[in-house]
Antibody
Framework: QVQLKESGPGLVQPSQTLSLTCTVS????????VHWVRQPPGKGLEWMGR???????YYNSALKSRLSISRDTSKSQVFLKMNSLQTEDTAIYYC??????WGPGTMVTVSS | DTVLTQSPALAVSPGERVTISCRAS??????MHWYQQKPGQQPTLLIY???NLESGVPARFSGSGSGTDFTLTIDPVEADDTATYYC?????????FGGGTKLELK
């Protein structure tokens, strides 16, 4: 069945770079897009960007200068890198297949 | 960017019919999707492409609309429907979410 799972450090220091991995199973990254969405504690959802099935990427304009999404199709993994982290980047980070299946999310706290 | 506007909260009694609205700042055709998020859980898809019920979702949920005005209807509402509901459009880049509507049961 379709599954997505986010992984990464739970704690990142301010000004550092966040690296997250989304490992998928049950479908091919060459058939479906994978999106990253985040949710600060107690707040709403923010769409961050996507890796299309053809390898193209698109980013939220507010994050574009700090954000990079890549993939390794042989490992069924999609990667998120975001630099210059600040406390307001503290959030649960989700990956999602297209508009349907979501991973459980991973909490990232930005703090010294 | 396309702004999606939702009412922040609603309170209804079990057995009633509730409509949750989502208004877009520009046309999104029918590329609107609805999600339910319960506390401590990831969102789950309820309705895709404005009016299509996701597999496994109860038929009490339905969606309608096109262009700039969309509605999620729950009829009848059950206690388990207590959650926050989000709309998201995928017609215009970047994709955007509404602010969410928190549904509480009286």
């Amino acid at each position: 069945q379709v599954q997505l799972k986010e992984s990464g450090p739970g704690l990142v220091q301010p000004s550092q770079t966040l690296s997250l991995t989304c490992t998928v199973s049950g479908f091919s990254l060459m058939d479906y897009s994978v999106h990253w969405v985040r949710q600060p504690p107690g707040k709403g959802l923010e769409w961050m960007g996507r890796m299309k099935y053809d390898g193209d990427t698109y980013y939220n304009s507010a994050l574009k200068s700090r954000l990079s999404i890549s993939r390794d199709t042989s490992k069924s993994q999609v990667f998120l890198k975001m630099n210059s982290l600040q406390t307001e980047d503290t959030a649960i980070y989700y990956c999602r297949r297209g508009f349907d299946f979501w991973g459980p999310g991973t909490m990232v706290t930005v703090s010294s | 960017d396309t702004v999606l506007t939702q009412s922040p909260a609603l309170a209804v009694s079990p057995g009633e019919r509730v409509t949750i609205s989502c208004r877009a700042s520009e046309s999104v055709s029918t590329l609107m999707h609805w999600y339910q998020q319960k506390p401590g859980q990831q969102p789950t898809l309820l309705i895709y492409l404005a009016s299509n019920l996701e597999s496994g979702v109860p038929a009490r949920f339905s969606g309608s609309g096109s262009g700039t005005d969309f509605t999620l209807t729950i009829d009848p509402v059950e206690a388990d429907d207590t959650a926050t509901y989000y709309c998201q459009q995928s017609w215009n880049d970047p994709w955007t979410f509404g602010g969410g509507t928190k549904l509480e049961l009286k």
